[in-house]
Nanobody
Framework: QVALVESGGGLVQAGGSLRLSCWAS????????MGWFRQAPGKEREFIGA????????KYADSVKGRFTITRDNVKNTVYLQMNSLKPEDTAVYYC?????????????????????WGQGTQVTVSS
């Protein structure tokens, strides 16, 4: 089972930027679709975006499109979430996730059920 470790969360003012990182323990990292989700208190876990194993395909939720960017470095086994123009409503625990079976199509990467491994989460707080 792959282990995923997020880092980079913290407190930032509205309009600021943060970059989250998610490191994966397996050498087969480049095979995996990677996703980012977030969960605010009292709310369901929300899809933010996903990136294919090669990094050539990405998809984003409308709420973050144009502000957030997902990239990956398959040499470093790391996926990144660059967050710009942050808003107080972006405050949440952010999770990365991996689809390790390589059996599911990228078009389904917006669903929490697509993924079989999750990180522990990192808190992002945006002050107004």
């Amino acid at each position: 089972q792959v282990a995923l470790v997020e880092s980079g969360g913290g407190l930032v003012q509205a309009g600021g930027s943060l970059r989250l990182s998610c490191w994966a323990s397996e050498r087969t990292f480049s095979w995996y679709v990677m996703g980012w989700f977030r969960q605010a208190p009292g709310k369901e876990r929300e899809f933010i975006g996903a990136i294919s194993g090669s990094g050539l395909r990405t998809k984003y939720a409308d709420s973050v499109k144009g502000r957030f960017t997902i990239t990956r470095d398959n040499v470093k086994n790391t996926v990144y979430l660059q967050m710009n123009s942050l808003k107080p409503e972006d405050t949440a625990v952010y999770y990365c996730a991996a689809e390790t079976t390589t059996a599911r199509g990228f078009e389904s990467a917006g669903s929490i059920y697509f993924y079989d491994a999750w990180g522990q989460g990192t808190q992002v707080t945006v002050s107004s």
